[in-house]
């Protein structure tokens, strides 16, 4: 793969982060590492040791398997709403930038009703209008990162709508479905990307300051922004409650935001910011 080829080392080392978190997750939720999340299998608070590498919780549950069922669920969740807004604001915004008119108009002004709510008083709102718990998180995610991927595929499709090959499909008869899918789409699929991880980014922190607040996932199952809610009653007594899933998340979102640094360089190379 040339982009692979030509990727710096912190691009790779961003990609080879979150896919030792998908990994870890995967293989831990597929053959039980560490036990059941929800068995109450040691004394209560007891610190990383052998027996529980990363200790255990306030009901005595081993936080490993915990943590790794967290981490799951935080991105399963978050990667579902990016993709759901993908597709939402890749049609909204060919439909604002290439159709125009009064359908344009409509969407762009329902994007930025959206766009002026602040993000957390949106996300509790969506939790109070559906109820606190996945279904919540999910809707949550898609109204925060739609807006601004909506805005930038309109700018991108504004533009390529004014290229020669999409004006002469135009003038040669071609009808807009041929052209959306000949002509667009593939031009698009680059700014889509990038801005997918952007928003996955994003994603990932919706849910945890949603799930902090007792908003998102709820007890028993787990997530990043679970574990760290409930880990911060035994902040001074447990520090290792937070600080471990604190770390992952942490993590994953640097490693999404390092790497799609790196994936708008090498697809979009004209608006990399440093010549020097």
Known sequence: MIWWRNADW??????????????????????????????????????????????????????????????????????????????????????????????????????????????????????????????????????????????????????VAEREYVTSAVISGARWPRILVRHLLPNLSGTIAVQGTYALSVGILVEGGLSFLGFGVQPPQSSLGALLQQGSTYLLAAPWLVIVPGIVLVAAILAINVFGDGLRDGLEPREARSLV
């Open 10 to 159: 912190l691009t790779r080392s961003g990609l080879v982060c979150l896919a030792v978190l998908v990994l870890a997750s995967a293989v831990g939720t597929a053959t039980g590492i560490g036990g059941d999340p929800d068995a109450m299998v040691g004394p209560r608070l007891s610190p990383p040791g052998a027996d529980f590498l990363l200790g255990t919780d306030e009901l005595g549950r081993s936080m490993l398997p915990r943590l790794l069922e967290g981490i799951g669920s935080t991105l399963l969740l978050s990667a579902a709403a990016v993709l759901v807004t993908a597709v939402l604001a890749t049609l909204l915004g060919i439909a604002a930038g290439y159709r125009g008119g009064w359908l344009g108009e409509v969407v762009m002004r329902l994007i930025e009703v959206l766009h002026s709510f602040p993000t957390i008083v949106l996300a509790i709102l969506v939790a109070a209008v559906v109820g606190p718990g996945r279904t919540a998180t999910l809707c949550s995610i898609v109204l925060i990162t739609i807006p601004l991927m909506t805005r930038v595929v309109r700018a991108a499709a504004v533009a």
